[in-house]
């Protein structure tokens, strides 16, 4: 079936009046959806590495709340906080007429005590910059929901951290790097669930903040990521997801990641994503698990 630019925004739009209804699980006092834009939380929060997705990982879905014919931007902060170490994560996006999409995000890891005790120094901090750009290839997550198949997209990542020296001490083999990922989502309206499995090349140690590459491998890994979300109401949704890391250092070995989230949308301006993340070993730390919190705000 195909649908002109115009008639497909005018679709969205009637599908968002509608999903109040479609749903068993949509409170009848929720307002209508925009129908300038996307519908509420299809547009994704920011993921750790600044992509339009979940917390860990991105989806296929293009950040902002763009239509066809329009342009979306966002901004983010995210702090996660573990026993001994916590991150600080912030940047922007802009995604171009739901097909492009770019973004920045700088990532700040404070190592708190485990800093002093590797002799770096109490709260030293690495810092690393991420730009994005995704593009979808084929799908309509919304539109689509006569058809089986997902909507596709392909991104790449570039990583550049501000401490080769310290990471080449600890056997990385590289200060920056590039991931490569394609995301497959599938959205159903009438059982309100979302669906994601991301596939991503890379060389990066816990996702670049210990370089990339290492004393045990410097080839690109294969690694799949998963997300699957449920929306309570049009404006709240709860999921999990599960990202797979590889294992490049002996210094350090690497625990793939879990969590569990609660996503909350004022409107289409602000976003709050709580969640539990279990990271597993970081360096030297074990069970390294703890609160994610993160605020966007956008159009």
């Known amino acids: ?10 679709l969205a739009g009637v599908i968002g009046g509608l999903l109040g209804i479609a749903s068993t699980h949509a409170r009848a006092d929720d307002a209508p959806a925009n129908i300038s834009g996307k519908l509420l939380l299809t547009a994704g929060v920011s993921q750790i590495e600044g992509a339009g997705g979940g917390g860990l990982t991105p989806w296929a ?14 901004a983010f902060y995210t702090r996660v906080n573990t026993q001994d170490y916590h991150l600080d994560d912030a940047g922007v996006l802009v ?76 056997g990385a ?18 059982q309100s669930l979302l669906l994601n499995a991301t596939l991503r090349m890379t060389k990066a140690n816990q996702i670049g903040i210990l370089g990339f590459g290492g004393d045990l491998s410097n080839s690109y890994h294969l690694e799949p990521e998963f997300s699957a979300a449920y929306l309570l109401t049009r404006k709240l949704a ?9 294992n490049n250092l002996g210094i350090a070995r ?14 289409k301006h602000v976003a709050l994503t709580l969640a539990y ?10 069970h390294q698990h703890g609160l994610y919190a993160s605020v966007q705000v956008g159009f």
């Open 1 to 10: 079936m195909h649908i002109t630019r115009p008639g497909r925004a005018l």
């Open 61 to 74: 879905l293009i950040g902002g709340y763009e239509t066809n014919d329009q342009i979306g931007a966002s």
């Open 277 to 286: 993340a279990d990271l597993g070993n970081i360096v030297i730390k074990s």
């Open 95 to 170: 995604g171009l007429y739901n097909r492009v999409e770019f973004s920045f995000a700088q990532q700040r890891f404070n190592t708190e005590n485990v800093g002093a005790a590797l002799g770096l120094g109490q709260g030293f901090t690495f810092r690393q910059n991420v730009f994005g750009v995704k593009v979808r290839l084929f799908g309509d997550a919304i539109l689509d929901q006569d058809s089986w198949v997902p909507q596709v997209s392909v991104g790449m990542q570039y990583k550049k951290n501000d401490q080769g020296a310290i990471l080449h001490a600890i």
């Open 173 to 190: 083999r590289s200060d920056q790097g590039t991931d490569f990922y394609v995301s497959a989502t599938k959205l159903y309206l009438a």
């Open 254 to 267: 690497e625990s793939n990641w879990y969590d569990a989230f609660v996503a909350y949308t004022l409107d």
């Open 238 to 246: 709860i999921g999990a997801e599960y990202r797979r890391k590889p």
